[in-house]
Structures are given as C-alpha cells and as structure tokens.
C-alpha cells in the first residue's frame, strides 16, 4: 500500500486524478441543462419551472462528509436567509436509493425539499465526478457559478453571488 501511495505522490502511475475543471461539464455563462428531478415528497421539479428565480443546485451524497456538514447547514445559512425572496435551493442526492437518502435526510433533521437521482442522470449532464457540487443559476437559466467542495469560505461565495443575483430580480 505504501508502495502505491509513493507512486501516486511521485507521478509514477500513468492515469492522474482529473482535477475539478477537468470533471465539470458546464461553464459559467452556459445555459444550465434541463432535466426534471423526483423529490422525496413524491413530487417533481423541472429546472425550467424554477425559472424566474435564482437557484442554488447543490449535488451531494450521504456517504460524503463535507456534503453532510454542508446539508446540515443549508437551512439556516441558506434556505432561511433568502425565504420570501425569488431563491431556490434544490438539493439533489446522487446516486443513492430512496430509503438510504430518507434516512439521512431524518438523522440530520432536513426539512426542506431533497431530489434523487439514483441513476446519475441529472449529475451526468453537470458533472463527472465530485461531491459537493453548487451550481448557481441565474433568473434566466445560465450558469453564475460552479464549485466543489464546501466550507466557510465557499458558503460565503455562494451567500454573495445569490445575493447579488437576487439583486438583479428584485
């Protein structure tokens, strides 16, 4: 094992981890691809009904633990600060059942509205590979910004960049 761990470390296996750039699919200034997800409440989204606001998509997984910190505080760093504003927050669980998604979703005592994507279909039009993903869209659906990874610092990128997005609807 520690043998591989060097050779990874040195550059001597030929296939290279693909950095964040390299693994997402669309751009900033891109048009947000469409799609339709299921939520958890037996209801269904279509990102073109969203449009009019401005929407945080955020792709996470259970097993992740930065997409857990960042899910437990979505609520009250985000979704309470922008209520009765034209925002949407649409989390999207990648890749998992929906019982596995359900249980996460009562330990971390989530109240607001979660997608599946068991298949990875909504993902795949977005990105290959990485979890957190935010995707910030505009009113008009074109993408403001895109990250991986989350922390003080990305949550309070995405806080600025919603609230200067809302600025131009409000």
Same mark, same amino acid.
């Given at each position: 094992?520690?043998?591989?761990?060097?050779?990874?470390? $040195?550059?001597?296996?030929?296939?290279?981890?693909?950095?964040?750039?390299?693994?997402? /699919?669309?751009? =900033?200034?891109?048009?947000?691809?469409?799609?339709?997800? +299921?939520?958890? &409440?037996?209801?269904?989204?279509?990102?073109? &009904?969203?449009?009019?606001? =401005?929407? %945080?998509?955020?792709?996470?997984?259970?097993?992740?633990?930065?997409?857990?910190?960042?899910?437990?505080?979505?609520?009250?760093?985000?979704? !309470?600060?922008?209520? !009765?504003?034209?925002?949407?927050?649409?989390?999207?669980?990648?890749?998992? $059942?929906?019982?596995?998604?359900?249980?996460?979703?009562?330990?971390? +005592?989530?109240?607001?509205?979660?997608?599946?994507?068991?298949?990875?279909?909504?993902?795949?039009?977005?990105?290959?590979?990485?979890?957190?993903?935010?995707?910030?869209?505009?009113?008009?659906?074109?993408? /403001?910004?895109?990250? $991986? !990874?989350? !922390?003080?610092?990305?949550?309070?990128? %995405?806080?600025?960049?919603?609230?200067?997005?809302?600025?131009?609807?409000?």
């Amino acid at each position: 094992m520690l043998f591989l761990l060097v050779l990874a470390l $040195t550059g001597c296996l030929s296939e290279e981890i693909p950095t964040e750039k390299e693994t997402t /699919l669309v751009r =900033v200034g891109e048009e947000a691809p469409h799609f339709t997800v +299921g939520m958890l &409440d037996d209801t269904a989204i279509t990102l073109s &009904d969203l449009q009019g606001n =401005v929407v %945080l998509l955020t792709f996470f997984s259970t097993w992740c633990p930065t997409c857990r910190k960042q899910m437990q505080q979505m609520q009250t760093q985000i979704v !309470d600060r922008f209520a !009765d504003r034209k925002f949407r927050f649409l989390p999207i669980n990648r890749g998992e $059942t929906q019982q596995t998604v359900q249980e996460f979703c009562r330990e971390l +005592g989530i109240a607001f509205s979660v997608g599946l994507d068991p298949d990875m279909s909504i993902y795949s039009l977005y990105a290959t590979r990485y979890v957190p993903r935010n995707f910030i869209i505009s009113p008009n659906g074109k993408i /403001l910004l895109s990250e $991986t !990874d989350y !922390d003080a610092t990305i949550q309070r990128l %995405l806080i600025e960049q919603i609230e200067q997005a809302l600025q131009t609807t409000e």
